[in-house]
């Protein structure tokens, strides 16, 4: 097992080394350096486990750690810390770091520790992921599709630090979800990606998202009509099943059309949640596109409805949408003009914005109905490869 031990403090260094021979058989290169040199070290080096000692303080020195850690998903990370306060800790937590040990250490200590952290990585490593794609679409423009994908994909990375959630901008010309809940700057896009799909991996997915937090992250879509149109349906496919493999929930933001990169998408999904609002135009689309997803092979199974900015009192009943749709009302998503407004003014997450915001709610509750749907279809898995059915 090569493991890298990195510190600024030669005497250190030696000293952990030194103890570190005495109780393993690891294979062990010391490198002398800062914050700075652990990317490059790593790079170098790859090893399975990286030990790092050093007082991580600057928010800067965690960014540089944390494109590592993404950058190296098969490799384990201990922290070597003087003072692990609980802030502190969850943020080594959120970031992926193995482990976090107080200084200062022993030998024995940090050999099973070593030991521990390369176990769980081998695990997780070959633990085969196979992510949830779920597909979100509007029965008209306007229904709300790219504020709830986008505020659900945060919702859900919120709840579950150590889990990965995408979320992916089909609306390939003039998609703007990642400017719903972030500054936006983004280095490449859906139609960048399409470009070079050859050359597709889990690391040119992660480095290609506007990140909203270390765990979430939004591919844009393309920057103008032009790019738009040189995606085609086979690079919808290859990036979906990429992402499924490299995250545990992939949210696509679909445009209201069926054509054949939308149907991909939708071929993809598990479920496809279909956002409306409780008024006749809505409903007449509803109809509409619920009758083209019969034609494509979506049924009930796979098709959940949502009502989105749902009144009290309304004019017209949850009862006569199922009526006239013929399938059961998922959930519904309250009104709340001015707070989603700011939100998507600021670009700023509304459950951040506004915690006890009656939206932030069904948004969180929605994160948790899909966390508990997970749970049964895992352990349905589990069950099968033991009954073999
Ligand atoms: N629950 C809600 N309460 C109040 N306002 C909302 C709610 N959901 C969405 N909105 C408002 O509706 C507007 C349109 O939402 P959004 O852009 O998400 O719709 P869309 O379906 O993605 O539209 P498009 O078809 O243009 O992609 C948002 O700017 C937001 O202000
Ligand atoms: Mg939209």
């Not at 998202?209 to 790019?227: C, I, K, S």
């Not at 054509?259 to 409780?278: C, G, N, Y």
């Not at 009526?323 to 959930?331: C, D, I, K, S, W």
Request: hydrophobic share 45%.
């Amino acid at each position: 097992m090569k493991v890298v031990l990195i510190s600024p403090d030669q005497s250190e260094l030696g000293q952990i080394g030194s103890q570190l021979s005495a109780v393993g058989n690891f294979e062990l290169t010391p490198v002398q350096g800062s914050n700075h040199e652990v990317a490059s070290a790593v790079e170098r080096h790859q090893p399975d486990v990286l030990v790092v000692d050093g007082v991580y303080q600057e928010s800067s020195a965690f960014d540089q750690l944390e494109k590592t850690i993404v950058a190296n998903p098969g490799m384990a990370v201990i922290l070597l810390a003087k003072t692990l306060t609980p802030e502190f800790l969850l943020h080594m937590m959120r970031m992926g770091v193995t482990e976090v040990l107080p200084q200062p250490v022993n030998g024995p200590a940090l050999k099973e520790s070593i030991e521990r952290a390369r176990q769980r990585v081998v695990v997780k490593k070959t633990a085969h992921r196979q992510g949830r794609v779920v597909a979100m679409m509007g029965c008209k423009g306007g229904s709300g599709v790219t504020f709830l994908a986008a505020n659900l994909g945060y919702a859900v990375a919120s709840a579950n630090p150590n889990q990965r959630i995408i979320l992916i901008d089909l609306n390939l010309q003039g998609g703007d979800a990642e400017l719903f809940v972030s500054d936006g700057r983004s280095v490449s896009n859906v139609a960048s990606i399409a470009a070079e799909i050859n050359r597709l991996d889990s690391t040119l997915l992660e480095s290609s998202l506007v990140r909203v937090l270390p765990n979430y992250g939004v591919l844009a879509a393309a920057q103008d009509t032009h790019e738009a149109f040189s995606v085609k349906p086979e690079h919808v496919g290859q990036l979906i099943e990429v992402a499924s493999k490299s995250y545990d929930l992939v949210i696509l933001d679909v445009p209201r059309s069926v054509d054949p990169v939308t149907v991909k998408a939708l071929d993809r999904a598990s479920e496809i949640f279909v956002i409306l609002q409780m008024t006749l135009p809505f409903i007449r689309d509803a109809k509409k596109l619920l009758g083209d997803f019969r034609a494509l092979g979506y049924g009930p199974a796979k098709v959940r409805l949502i009502i989105n900015r749902y009144e009290k009192e309304p004019e017209i009943t949850i009862k006569d949408v199922q009526q006239t749709l013929g399938m059961p009302v998922y959930r519904t998503v309250p009104n709340s003009y001015r707070n989603v407004a700011t939100s998507v003014n600021q670009g700023v997450p509304i459950a951040k914005l506004a915690p006890r915001d009656p939206v932030t709610k069904a948004l969180m509750e929605m994160a948790d109905a899909l966390q508990q749907n997970k749970a049964v279809a895992d352990s349905k898995g589990w069950l099968a490869s033991l009954t073999g059915r």
